[in-house]
């Protein structure tokens, strides 16, 4: 794969402030120079989409489509409501992991069902910026 969509969801552009002893101090840019560096050393373009928003989500995932030859998405707390999600992974037909930056197993009772989950390819949880870095490296591989 040479061109690779990175979609995160709601509070995501709060990483490093939000809940540090959780998440990380790592912010959001910080993850995206990550995957940047990782992509370039392997020949992939990476493109990158945050929102809070659902209907934002679905949108660049319809728009980015023909683009797309994979998509990461950390869909925040979408992950355990959002079919309609679910159903626009599954529409655009592009080979997609979850991610999550922690164990979403060992979280609260909400947080450990994903409706996400179904429509891709797989789920790499728990290991902070690394989630994205073994997914990024599971869609070229």
Not at 45 to 57: C, D, I, L, R, T
Not at 85 to 90: E, F, G, N, V
């Amino acid at each position: 794969m040479k061109r690779i969509l990175v979609v995160n969801g709601p509070n995501l552009n709060l990483l490093g402030i939000r809940e540090p002893e959780i998440y990380g101090k790592m912010t959001l840019r910080d993850i995206e120079e990550k995957i940047t560096r990782a992509a370039k050393e392997k020949g992939v373009e990476v493109k990158f989409f945050q929102s809070n928003a659902e209907g934002a989500v679905i949108d660049k995932l319809h728009a980015e489509r023909d683009w797309a030859e994979g998509v990461i998405i950390n869909p925040g707390a979408f992950t355990h409501y959002s079919y309609a999600i679910h159903d626009a992974i599954a529409a655009i037909a592009v080979p997609t992991l979850e991610v999550h930056i922690t164990n979403i197993h060992r979280r609260e009772g909400f947080r450990q069902r994903s409706v996400i989950a179904p429509a891709c390819v797989g789920q790499i949880y728990g290991e902070g910026v690394k989630s994205y870095l073994r997914a990024l490296q599971a869609l070229i591989d």
